[in-house]
C-alpha cells in the first residue's frame, strides 16, 4: 500500500519561510511526476508546482520566484521550499505522486500565512 506522509505546515508571519516535505513510502515504482497542489475551502484544488523525472518544473504564476519545488528521486520525497508567504498563501497544501499507472494523494497539510 503506497502512503504519501506530508509534513512542514504550520503558522507563520507574512514574509516567512517554511519547506513542506513529502514522503512517498509503500510499492512505488517508476515515478513519473510529483508536486504540490492548494485547495482553499470552497475552491477547486490548484496546481502549486509541479516536477518530472527529468527535473522539469512549473509553477503557478502567484508562487513564481517566491517557491522552490525538488525532488530526492533515491528516497522517493519531494519537497516545496516557501519563501515570501504571503496571507493568500493560506491553504491546505496537498503531495501528488504520479506512476506509470497510478495518481498518489497525500492526505494535506495546512499552511496558515498571518498578516
Known amino acids: 500500500q503506497v502512503r504519501l506522509v506530508e509534513s512542514g505546515g504550520g503558522l507563520v508571519q507574512a514574509g516567512g519561510s517554511l519547506r513542506l516535505s513529502c514522503a512517498a513510502s509503500g510499492s512505488i515504482f517508476n515515478i513519473n511526476a510529483m508536486g504540490w497542489y492548494r485547495q482553499a475551502p470552497g475552491k477547486q484544488r490548484e496546481l502549486v508546482a509541479h516536477?518530472?523525472?527529468?527535473?522539469?518544473?512549473n509553477y503557478a504564476d502567484a508562487v513564481k520566484g517566491r517557491f522552490t519545488i525538488s525532488r530526492d528521486n533515491a528516497e522517493n520525497k519531494v519537497f516545496l521550499q516557501m519563501n515570501a508567504l504571503k496571507p493568500e498563501d493560506t491553504d491546505v497544501y496537498y503531495c501528488?505522486?504520479?506512476?506509470?499507472?497510478?495518481?498518489?494523494w497525500g492526505r494535506g497539510n495546512q499552511v496558515t500565512v498571518s498578516s
Open positions: 516536477i518530472t523525472s527529468a527535473d522539469n518544473t
Open positions: 501528488r505522486v504520479v506512476t506509470l499507472h497510478n495518481d498518489y
